[in-house]
């Protein structure tokens, strides 16, 4: 068994943790942290992704002790006030989510992407977002709902 130290969403967390042990599966299984799933443990789909010290990972391609003495935001980590972010606004507005698998995922890549270009195109948002999977095909609302957060900045 490790020790890891890693900050969770505003937690700190020590913890020993199996070497082989998966991100994703320590905050689910762990941390008790569902809001983030496993979609496809192949790291094809991007439903895990997290953010760990300020890049999107897809936390089943990370190991948890590759997060030690790091600082991880998942999805619930967002609006620890209950008051939704631009683009988690920005989602619910534009009806750019039908289920609660892709989701997570869309928009942790989505506040990396905007994080990193503010004003992106249609484009660029595609391509930003290719790493991850609506498996009902909802691309078009989700990349309208980008664009709509995107004109202001966005700082979660
Ligand atoms: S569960 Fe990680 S990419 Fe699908
Ligand atoms: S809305 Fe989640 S897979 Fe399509």
Redesign the pocket.
């Known amino acids: 068994m490790t020790h890891i130290t890693v900050k969770v969403d505003g937690t700190t967390y020590e913890d020993k943790v199996e070497p082989r042990l998966l991100l994703?599966h320590y905050l689910r299984d762990r941390l008790g942290l569902t809001g983030t799933?496993?979609?496809?443990?192949?790291?094809?789909?991007?439903?895990?992704?997290v953010d760990l010290d300020g890049t999107s990972v897809?936390?089943?391609?990370v190991l948890a002790v590759q997060a030690d003495g790091g600082e991880v935001t998942t999805v619930q980590g967002l609006a620890p006030d209950g008051e939704l972010t631009r683009l988690q606004r920005a989602f619910h507005e534009g009806h750019a989510l039908q289920c609660g698998y892709c989701t997570p995922?869309m928009i942790m890549a989505a506040r990396d992407l905007l994080r990193e270009n503010p004003h992106p195109t249609a484009e660029e948002v595609r391509l930003g977002l290719e790493?991850n999977l609506c498996r009902c095909t909802g691309y078009q609302n989700i990349v309208r709902a980008v664009l709509a957060a995107s004109e202001q900045e966005v700082t979660a």
């Open positions: 994703v799933p496993v979609g496809c443990d192949t790291s094809n789909c991007g439903a895990c992704t897809k936390s089943c391609s995922g790493g």
